[in-house]
């Protein structure tokens, strides 16, 4: 096997102790690869003014899959204030980089499985008949298109002129907004393109297809939103019926995809949505398999082969100074996971995942969220296991 050269991107608090035990899980599992180290975060915009610099970017040109830890993100004016001051008024606006990562690789397709594990304390349970408590074992991912709709970032807070005369050629605008002066107008744009949505359906039916997963549900909201949702379910029904008349395709709205899915999450299988819309069901999937410590996801670009893969959840920084990390390695442990799915190492990402299910399943090292404790840096003391100790037990099973 030809060594593998994957870069590495920590970020910020708690993306480094995750990583680096990965990393660890990766070697013990036979995985062959260099690691180079990207920089990216809060400290290249504090001191460069830039949190995704040009040189990290070349880095993933180059080598085309990277892991990525987490970011810290702050809003515009706090992050403004921490520029170092020879960065301060030079109109510097700071924007997150793995928003900026997704768009300047077009990694339109994001993937977040989430399956329950055996014995995991935090799967979701609900009430049965009569007495009765039931443990649906979750099994759906999600599509979600990366890098359009309310995150492609065509915004305005007093829409120029040309913006404003444009919105005033629209019926419902003029009859809505037409007397708000514009200086009180913010306005999010919500854009589809035909190619970008036929590339996320086609992904989600794809998956749904090699792996067998019988429907792929359209989760949108066509009924009110028309034109965006609505051109997305159009184009899944021409697909399906073209292509993939063997699969079901259901169409459900996300507001009520988020209450369904505490009644009977285990009928979805592949479900695939727009930015904002799959950002929601995907966290709403991962609170019933155990939360952002479980959470994983791949965000890639089919035609150039670059991946970028990471768990959900962010930097944490609350526990990112503890003298020992407790967080839960298991997201980011997962997302290396489809790291090797995608590029072929099936075999490596079936051992290293069935390592993991056997921890889970045995019940015996548990990191301080699995054991429904308050994060604090007392946990491991109280018979939480460590980030590394997590660690440690999925090696030993390896
Ligand atoms: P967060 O995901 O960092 O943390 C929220 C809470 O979830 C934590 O306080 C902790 O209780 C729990 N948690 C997170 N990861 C965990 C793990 N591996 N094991 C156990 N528990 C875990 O989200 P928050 O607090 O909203 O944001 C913190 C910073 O992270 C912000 O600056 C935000 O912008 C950024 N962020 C970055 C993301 C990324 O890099 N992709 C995604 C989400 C937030
Ligand atoms: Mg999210």
């Not at 991107?9 to 993306?15: A, E, F, M, R």
């Not at 040189?55 to 970011?71: M, P, Q, S, V, Y």
């Not at 395709?249 to 930015?275: C, F, H, R, S």
Request: aromatic residues 8%; glycine residues 8%.
């Amino acid at each position: 096997m030809a060594k593998r050269t994957i870069v590495t991107l920590p970020g910020d608090g708690i993306g480094k102790p995750v990583l680096d035990e990965t990393i660890r899980v990766l070697d013990a599992a036979g995985f062959e690869a260099d690691y180079i180290e990207g920089d990216i975060g809060w400290e290249f915009w504090k001191t460069e003014g830039n949190p995704l610099p040009q040189r990290t970017i070349d880095l993933i040109e180059k080598h085309k899959i990277a892991l990525f830890g987490a970011i810290t993100s702050k809003p515009k004016d706090e992050a403004a204030n921490e520029l170092i001051p020879e960065l301060q008024n030079k109109g510097l606006v700071y924007s997150s980089p793995i928003v900026g990562l997704r768009q300047h690789f077009g990694l339109d397709i994001c993937m977040r499985p989430t399956r329950s594990y055996k014995g995991n304390p935090l799967n979701f349970i609900r009430r049965g008949k009569g007495e009765s408590i039931e443990e649906p074992m979750v099994d759906a991912v999600i599509f979600r298109q990366n890098t359009e709709g309310l995150y492609g970032g065509v915004e305005w807070s007093n829409p120029p002129d040309k913006v404003y005369e444009g919105l005033m050629t629209h019926p419902k605008f003029v009859k809505n907004f037409g007397k708000t002066p514009k200086e009180e107008l913010s306005v999010s744009t919500r854009i589809f393109t035909k190619k970008a949505t036929e590339r996320i359906l086609r992904a989600a039916f794809d998956h749904a297809k090699k792996f067998g997963y019988k429907s792929v549900t359209v989760c949108e909201k066509p009924n009110v939103i028309r034109e965006t949702s609505g051109m997305m379910y159009k184009m899944a029904q021409q697909i399906q019926k073209a292509d993939y008349p063997n699969i079901e395709l259901w169409n459900t709205n996300i507001d009520a995809q988020m209450m369904w899915l505490t009644k009977n999450p285990e009928n979805y299988g592949v479900i695939v949505a727009g930015n904002m819309f799959g950002d929601i069901v995907s966290d709403g999937f991962a609170g019933l398999i155990g939360g952002l410590g479980f959470a994983c996801s791949a965000q890639f670009n089919p035609d150039s082969g670059i991946g970028v893969f990471e768990p959900t959840h962010g930097s944490a920084p609350k526990y990112a100074d503890y003298p020992v990390s407790i967080v839960n390695p298991i997201a980011m442990v997962e997302s290396a996971c489809m790291m090797l799915d995608f590029i072929d190492e099936f075999e490596m990402a079936k051992k290293i995942r069935k390592a993991v299910a056997e921890v889970i399943e045995e019940g015996k090292v548990r990191t301080y969220d699995m054991m429904k404790m308050s994060g604090r840096p007392d946990v491991v003391e109280k018979g939480a296991a460590s980030t590394t100790a997590m660690a440690d037990a999925i090696i030993a099973k390896l």
